[in-house]
């Protein structure tokens, strides 16, 4: 299995719900990242784990939950969204050690009513 | 700071014709450049990196340090060429990639 599996790829939520996005890798890689992609816009760093520890947090905010369970699995805990969290989130996934070579998943597409 | 430009938002070439995505950099340390493509209706992928000194797909890349530049090039446009190009960079041995705002390039048949 050579892929990154997102799920679910479309989530629509209210601004009080609770929902997670999930992120699967069977390649062996012991760093999984978390981006976010606006409309027309690059994407953005949010998270990275490495060796199952949060390495990186680009000053995002609380209402954003990352959860690596294990060296293969990778959550995003969503609480208390706002409107202009609508977004394409983006995992990725890379051997380690700062090797950048980042494999990406297809993105779950969350829109925040 | 890590900063990645790409000047062109767009770019549009004729099949046949050369092509040469921009791409510039500021870092203070010794960076890892990357180039990231995104085909319509595909995942974005990495198509080349400066260490590995390859061509891929007809494509190059080198580091210019003096000019911190690490431009994109091809000596003949195909059409499946057209995509979103991402240039990135990462600080050497670290995983905060960051990516510059992108080029869509178009080739024009």
């Known amino acids: 299995d050579t892929e990154v599996t997102q799920t679910p790829k479309h989530l629509v939520m209210g601004m009080t719900n609770k929902k997670s996005l999930k992120c699967e890798q069977h390649?062996?890689?012991?760093?999984m990242y978390w981006y976010k992609q606006k409309a027309k816009k690059p994407p953005e760093l949010m998270f990275v784990?490495?060796?199952?520890?949060?390495?990186i947090n680009e000053s995002v905010p609380s209402r954003f939950s990352p959860e690596c369970p294990n060296s293969s699995l990778l959550n995003l805990h969503l609480h208390a969204l706002q409107p202009e969290d609508s977004a394409l989130y983006l995992c990725?996934?890379?051997?380690?050690?700062?090797?950048?070579?980042?494999?990406f998943g297809e993105g779950s597409r969350l829109t925040v009513l | 700071a890590q900063r990645v430009t790409q000047p062109e938002k767009l770019l549009s070439v004729f099949k046949g014709a050369p092509v040469e995505l921009k791409c510039n950099y500021s870092?203070?340390?010794?960076?890892?450049l990357f180039w990231y493509v995104q085909y319509s209706r595909q995942r974005l992928q990495l198509l080349l990196r400066?260490?590995s000194r390859e061509s891929i797909k007809g494509f190059t890349a080198d580091l210019n340090k003096g000019e911190t530049s690490f431009h994109l090039k091809k000596p003949f446009a195909q059409e499946e060429d057209s995509a979103m190009y991402y240039c990135?960079?990462?600080?050497?041995?670290?995983?905060?990639?960051?990516f510059g705002t992108g080029t869509r390039l178009t080739i024009i048949p």
């Open positions: 400066h260490i």
């Open positions: 390649m062996g890689h012991r760093a």
């Open positions: 870092y203070s340390g010794s960076p890892e």
């Open positions: 990725a996934s890379s051997l380690g050690h700062g090797t950048g070579e980042l494999f």
């Open positions: 784990y490495s060796y199952e520890k949060l390495s």
């Open positions: 990135a960079l990462s600080p050497f041995g670290n995983e905060k990639l960051t």
